[in-house]
């Protein structure tokens, strides 16, 4: 027995020894040996429990703290042990009452002080997320109970009756509008519920495409569509995945394209000629005019100007890719007055449509972009606990996978020759097959592909099998961020109410089979419609916001959260983080900096957003400088960053120093990725000039149509 002792205290030794070292693996090791000899002693738990924790395993770091304290209740560390457990694992009432309880037998104690008092800051901190969210829904019900009233008074001042909808005024209206990657989709909340509004050749869905024709024609939707075969160079798509970035992080997609995409101030702009002259245009103008027609299409359904809309993004957007899509909107002529997250949509018109309540998980795979997002569903308020994604995953690149593959096949069939080659209207054409081919797989087995190059034809055929195997890894990408949120909201799979797939790509079977198998055969939820329920979700918002009076409606509040995390740049290029992803919005968060130089006056502050350590590995959103600083030696002056994001998830951040009361403030807007005042209004007015040069060709066609009939 004394024998089995002094071993297991041996391996206690080695494992101190490892702990030291920073080897956490090893040490694990020797204490779990040390417990294996003797698993009486309650200081190989703490030990052990230390390790854990050091490794990240907040189960286990926890599990050794209660051993320890079974073992020895009158120990005051262990309650030290068991506090921080509690603490990592989120626990924030049990750990305090842990470190309260070590107290007691050692009331001095620095470490459980110390714990103690971080434990209260943290309930504090979360009592006041807790207070900002009823804050934000009280002003948000203030803001719907003003607007009604302003309605009704203005019904009476007009002596118009009111419509059951509440809506007495054409700029009541706010529509609901999916501005997708390869599809967009605009509705409205009418005579009691939403509907979906068809564009001018009865589709309720409009390519997100536009197009110039050699003869300065500007097509949008599905014209445009129709035609990009022919006319590669001059048809522009897929834009939401370069809008709001800078030129070299959009240089992967901007590869792709076969239209001619250049940096100018760090920039993407699209060129081409129109009638003759150059011109260039900013993603945010295309997209302005996939936006300018969803806004016809309303305005053709409804018979009156719209003015406003409730714009949806990936939940994944970041602040740079949010505002571009707040510009777009401006030079479409648009109000913005709400972004919305796609999935978060899409949550509220499947919640609603089914009365659900508890955890939901929406699951969109779209064209072009991937969200999922983990929400909780209860009388009326739809939280969002946590979100994740990958604006560069979608269809689109289940297509070129395909494509990539057929090139080759080609080659193969045609002796080595590369038939496609940079024949850019092959390209295209061979892309569109890939995508018919692709729908079709979804339902049958194999599919046939033909296309024409140069008048030759070239046809073969793929097997559903084949196509899965070419995107099996872009398929398990999407699991990892189903992943990722159940983590980030400390949930299980088991949890999980209901799964809702939405988006086109959630047709493919094997992302079905995977998720199905991921949540142990549970049935996922085909029902809402996979290409309206976001704009159906926009829509209600919309309705929400202008004032409709309806029983479903009175009591639902939106909560959701910041995707990525923010933070400033400090010494050394570390990222101090300021709001933790998964943050819910809106929300203000202020931590103290403060100098790194003696008598350094100004300071230069630097905002990034990502989940690396060091600023390099993350996305610099904007920087400013706050001068005014007290003089003094380095680390005395106290500098207070404010991060605040809105309801939209639009971040203003400033920065005071506390002695002397000198401020800054951004709202994140004049670094690379973005448009200055002055080019927002020049793009406005284009849009404008365009808008009327489409007009003036529409009349003299019907001056054509007339004179031929006479
Ligand atoms: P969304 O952006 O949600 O409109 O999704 C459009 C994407 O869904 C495009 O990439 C389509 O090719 C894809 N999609 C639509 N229907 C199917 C289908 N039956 N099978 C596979 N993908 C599809």
Known sequence: ????????????????????????????????????????????????????????????????????????????????????????AGELRKSLQAYGDGLKLEPGSAVLTEGLVL?????????????????????????REATRAAAAAEAQAQGSNAGSNGHTVAEDIIVGIDLGTTFSCVSVWRDGRVQVLPNAVGERTTPSYVAFTEEGERLIGQPAKAQAARNPGRTFYNIKRIIGQGYHEAL???????????????????????????????PEEISAMVL?????????????????????????????????TQTAAAIAGLKVERIINEPTAAALAYGLDKQTEGLVLVFDLGGGTFDVSLLQIEGGMFKVLATAGDTHLGGEDFDAAMQDHLIGVFKKQNKGKDVIGDNPRACRQLRNACERAKRMLSSAVSAD????????????????????????????????????????????????????????????????ELLQEYFNGKQLCKSVNPDEAVA?????????????????????????????TLGIETEGRVFAKVVPRNTSVPCSRTREFTTVEDYQTSVDVRVFEGERSITDGNHLLGEFVISGIERAKRGVPKIDVTFEINVSGLLTVTARDQTTGANAKIAIQNDRGR????????????????????EQRVREAEQEYAEEDD
């Not at 590869?255 to 002259?277: Q, S, T, W």
């Open 449 to 512: 592909v033909e296309i024409t190059v140069n008048g030759e034809e070239y046809n073969t055929s793929i097997s559903r099998a084949t196509f899965e195997k070419l995107n099996g890894p872009l398929f398990e990408r999407c699991l990892a961020s189903v992943k990722r949120v159940l983590d980030d909201a400390k949930v299980s799979r088991e949890l999980v109410d209901q799964v809702v797939l939405v988006g086109g790509s959630t047709r493919i079977p094997r992302v079905q």
């Open 252 to 282: 992967e997609e901007v590869k792709r394209f076969p239209f001619d995409v250049k940096e100018k101030d760090g920039k993407p702009v699209i060129n081409i000629d129109v009638e003759g002259k150059p011109r260039s245009f900013a």
């Open 119 to 143: 434990t209260q800051k943290a309930l504090a901190a979360k009592a006041s997320e807790i207070a900002e969210n009823v804050r934000a829904a009280q002003q948000e019900i203030a803001t």
């Open 536 to 564: 159906y979700g926009a829509a209600v918002q919309g309705a929400v916001l202008s004032g409709v009076r309806d029983k479903a409606m009175n009591a639902l509040i939106l909560v959701d959260v910041c995707p990525l």
């Open 1 to 88: 027995m004394a024998d089995t002792s002094a071993k297991a205290n041996e391996a206690k030794k080695l494992g101190n020894a490892a702990y030291t070292k920073k080897d956490y693996a090893a040490a694990l090791g020797h204490f779990t040996e040390a417990i294996r000899l003797d698993p009486t002693d309650h200081v190989f738990y703490s030990n052990r429990s230390a390790c854990r924790a050091q490794l990240k395993d907040v189960d286990g770091a926890l599990a050794d703290a209660q051993k320890c304290v079974e073992l020895a209740p009158q120990w005051a560390k262990g309650y030290s042990r068991l506090g921080a457990s509690y603490y990592a």
């Open 675 to 694: 448009h200055s005042q002055e080019d927002v209004e020049r793009m406005i007015a284009e849009a404008e000039r365009l808008r009327l040069v489409d």
């Open 292 to 324: 300018e027609q969803m806004k016809r299409t309303a305005e053709a359904n409804l018979g009156f100007e719209v003015k406003r809309a409730v714009i949806t993004v990936p939940a994944y957007f970041n602040d740079a890719q949010r505002r571009s």
